[in-house]
């Protein structure tokens, strides 16, 4: 069992200690692993993730020497194992000198104590139990035993946290016996069975038992914001972030919504109305424009009818759009052939990707589905449909017009015979 040196201080950064052996790296586990007498090096466990840093001999001087430790596991009979990325300038017996990344440390410290703060804020105000944590590269969640939260209780948590936090209450360690900790009204009590509990205690505010790393007092958490709030199935999942996290966050926050705010020409808190304004406009828009083409395609359909003779009783309309889109040959398609009973329109678009779409008019005798099959099969697409519309699409534009000439002699052969 390796000897936890963060238990009684979370701001050991450096420390020394023995290489008691080295795992070599497996099928299951890639990487080699050091196994020290003593470490202060976090690994990961009850939601908070592990240090990293350096482990290099004693005798040895100067930055990146020795072994990279690039993560720290736990097994369960309390070893600790600092993967490493090569064990090669260490060996069994070895005096080495451990240095963890302290920035790293240090922003764990602030997440994990923040936890324990809001958690208990959301017990004190509004009786919500945390039932899990997640500490993430950029953001931390917890999950609240409750049905839902509002906006306002969110930031009368936050609120409580942060006057907490300024208060820079102490927090401190202490170890009692499972027995002794039945009666001390703790936040939460690990159901695993220890012969000794470590407690932490921010004065007059919160007890639990963790096994964690904590700042000092309450004001190096430097601050708690609140952010996303979703609905899971244990409850609330509830997004955090302390300390630099939290700074380096609003500052991204703020950039995001500054340069949002630019565009709409607009002061920072009026962008969600500008926004509410610029897509009504747009819907507005959409409406007037869709009625306008709709108007267009009506006018067009009438011109192209108009423009094709009348052949045994029908008019075959056939034409290429290089500047109309699909919806729009669509709808030209549905106004040739319903506006008129004698009519078989088909279209083309070449804007884009090229797309066909055949339709004739109810009581036709041919079948759009069956002529676009064959259209496509020509040109290297797919495609199908009903018997009165059809849709397809190619992926070149080239011998699109021969082919739509071809279906259109095809339908005279059909009526000659
Ligand atoms: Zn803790």
Redesign the pocket.
């Known amino acids: 069992m390796t000897a936890r040196l963060y238990y009684d201080d979370s701001f050991l950064y450096e420390f020394d200690a023995q290489v008691m052996e080295i795992v070599p790296g497996s099928q299951a586990e890639a990487r080699p692993a050091v196994i020290l007498d003593r470490t202060a090096f976090y690994p990961t466990s ?1 939601g ?1 993730v592990f240090d990293t840093g350096w482990i290099a001999p004693a005798d040895a001087s100067g930055e990146g020497v020795g072994s990279e430790v690039v993560e720290v596991t736990e097994r369960e009979d309390g070893t600790i194992l600092h993967l490493v990325r090569d064990a090669a300038p260490l060996s069994r017996g070895m005096r080495i000198h451990g240095k963890i990344d302290a920035l790293r440390r240090l922003d764990h410290i602030q997440q ?2 923040g ?2 703060v809001l958690s208990a804020a959301f017990i004190r105000l509004f009786n919500a139990p945390t039932v899990s944590f997640h500490m993430g590269n950029e953001s931390c969640t917890i999950d609240l035993d409750t049905k839902a939260l509002t906006s306002d209780q969110v930031g009368a948590a936050e609120r409580l946290a942060n006057e907490i936090i300024l208060e820079n209450r102490p927090v401190e360690i202490r170890y009692v016996s499972p027995e002794e900790a039945q009666g001390m009204g703790l936040r939460k009590i690990p159901t695993v069975g220890r012969p000794e509990l470590r407690l ?1 205690a921010i004065q007059d505010f919160d007890l ?1 038992a ?5 700042v000092r007092g309450t004001g190096q958490i430097g601050c708690i914001l609140l952010r996303k709030i979703d609905k899971v199935r244990q409850g609330v999942r509830l997004e955090f972030v302390c300390g630099q996290r939290a700074v380096v966050t609003a500052r991204r926050d703020y950039s995001a919504l500054a340069e949002a705010a630019a565009l709409c020409s607009a002061p920072l808190w009026d962008v969600p109305q500008q926004i509410r304004k610029v897509r009504e406009d747009a819907k507005i828009t959409h409406r007037a424009s869709e009625q306008l083409l709709d108007e267009l395609a009506g006018h067009l359909a009438a011109r192209l009818i108009a423009q094709t003779p009348i052949d045994m009783g029908r008019r075959v309309v056939i034409g290429v759009f290089a500047d109309r889109d699909l919806l729009f040959i669509r709808l030209l398609a549905q106004k040739c052939a319903r506006g008129t009973d004698n009519v078989i329109a088909l279209l083309a678009s070449t804007c884009g990707p090229t797309a066909l779409v055949f339709a004739q008019s109810p009581g036709q005798p041919f079948d759009m589905g069956v002529l676009m099959k064959e259209a496509v099969a020509k040109l290297g697409g797919r495609g199908g449909g009903g018997r009165d519309l059809a849709h397809g699409g190619t992926a070149e534009s080239k011998g699109v017009e021969p082919v739509l000439a071809e279906i259109k002699e095809k339908l005279l052969d059909y009526r000659s015979t």
């Open positions: 009850g908070q994990h104590t936890q324990h932490i639990t963790c096994g964690g790393t904590h």
